[in-house]
């Protein structure tokens, strides 16, 4: 799993609003490898759903959006491709899974017609072929009866079924990276496990790197095994998902972990939330981005910009100047048996 798929730096996306240029996405760097599936967490607003869509550059280009830095998918440039060779990318060499199935899907078509218009395009088959082909990939992805239900329309199909076709469509060229954007969102708990169960089992089949976007921290821990934490358009900690979980260098990587509901147990107790909510983009503060709500910052944290740095083990960065001294005062904390908040 050492091969590179996808690998950002530096990516900026702004937008042309009527209150000026706002950026939405300030110098994100990542990778994928073959095989692996990355976690982008954080609060609604942190620029996650963004970053995905600019993988894709889904935005205007000639209206609204800019894109700036470099996105390398196996090799190349996408933000130096034109956009008749990215319509030959998506869909069929990177694939998205989007939040709501319903409104992703078009009403007036049957199901089995959207599968079959990414094979028509990219693999160049005859409506027979990809016929036959769309009713397997509803039988891949666990859809009972899918002959019949590849005569349907999307009104027709339950939520969970919905979300299965647009994996489908997603799966139909066997994409080299899939992006899910919260891909379980209004779905019951059974099948939210089941979707999570039916991408984690296709990521092994086909060996495909995965970017799986979620507000859902166990998921992210169950599933992934890395994870990038946004925080208002930057990383701000990056890591190995063993020892983010255990061990989390950011004040915010540990607002969200001290978040997540613990009802038994030694460590069952109030359940904590991060102080204020995500500033808007054109109220952005200077210096460290969480330094109004982190109850750590210093004054330089609000003057000084932090660039992320590297915590000692390998892959494990994090955008706070004071990681080491918080690392040291919450061992010192759980020592003592106390509860630190974050």
Known sequence: MSEKILEIENLSTSFQTERGIMKAVDGVSFQVKKGE???????SGCGKSVTSQSILRLYDEKYTARYEGKILFDGRDLLALSEKEMRKIRGHEISMIFQDALSSLNPVFTIGNQIMEPLLIHQKLSKEEAKKQATELLRLVGIPMPEKRAEQYPH?????????????????????????DEPTTALDVTVQAQIMDL?????????????????DLSVVAETCSRVAVMYLGQIVEEGNVCEIFDSPSHPYTRGLIQSIPRMTGER???????????????????????????????????KQTQELLETGTKGHRVRCMRFTELEAFHREKQADGEECGI
């Open 37 to 43: 599936v990355l976690g982008l967490v954080g609060e």
């Open 156 to 180: 027709e199909l339950s939520g969970g079924m919905r979300q299965r076709v647009m994996i489908a469509v997603a799966l139909a060229c066997r994409p080299k990276l899939l992006i899910a």
């Open 268 to 302: 069952a107790r109030r359940l904590y939330m991060i102080p204020g909510t995500v500033p808007l983009l054109n109220q952005i503060p200077s210096g460290c981005r969480f330094a109004p709500r982190c109850p750590y910052a210093l004054e330089r944290c609000r």
């Open 199 to 215: 991408i984690l089992s296709l990521n092994k089949k086909f060996s495909m790197g995965v970017i799986l976007i979620t507000h």
